[in-house]
């Protein structure tokens, strides 16, 4: 929460409370729709978060924000060719998972790849939803250990 000194009202622009969502832009969309009273309009913040406000129906200020994660000082990297073969149905979801993050397929790879080797995932549980969504229009019924059983025709 961030205050401001005397007593709050819903007029004052003194106080704001803050939630850190896991997907701005989808709860953005989903308070647009529904006529919720947007007093700042989404966008990529100098603190590292893209956020909005809205005003509630007591006039309070909310704020809606998620992490941005391409914040922070450049790192000069080389980038080299890999061959990759993925199986058919992998790839489509793939293609789909970076879309929906806004990457590269490339970035896509490169960010699970830095996370599994942290021991972390890189999904929010909004993203985890979506690509179970994602696992039933590819029909991939198969589970994370199914590659070491892939045969190709």
Do not use: W
Not at 106 to 112: F, I, T
Request: proline share 4%; hydrophobic share 35%.
């Amino acid at each position: 929460m961030f205050l401001g000194k005397g007593t709050p009202t819903p007029s004052s622009e003194t106080g704001a409370v803050y939630f850190l969502v896991g997907d701005a832009d989808q709860l953005y969309e989903f308070h647009r729709a529904n006529g919720a009273e947007i007093t700042q309009a989404i966008d990529d913040r100098p603190y590292g978060i893209r956020d909005y406000t809205v005003r509630d129906l007591y006039g309070y200020y909310l704020v809606f924000g998620h992490h941005l994660f391409n914040a922070g000082p450049r790192l000069k990297i080389e980038r080299v060719d890999v061959p990759v073969r993925l199986e058919r149905r992998l790839a489509a979801l793939l293609r789909d998972l970076a879309k929906h993050k806004r990457m590269s397929v490339d970035g896509c790879l490169e960010e699970m790849l830095l996370h599994t080797n942290e021991g972390v995932g890189p999904h929010t549980k909004t993203t985890l939803r979506h690509i179970q969504e994602l696992k039933k229009q590819h029909g991939i019924d198969y589970d994370s250990h199914a590659s070491y059983r892939f045969v190709e025709d």
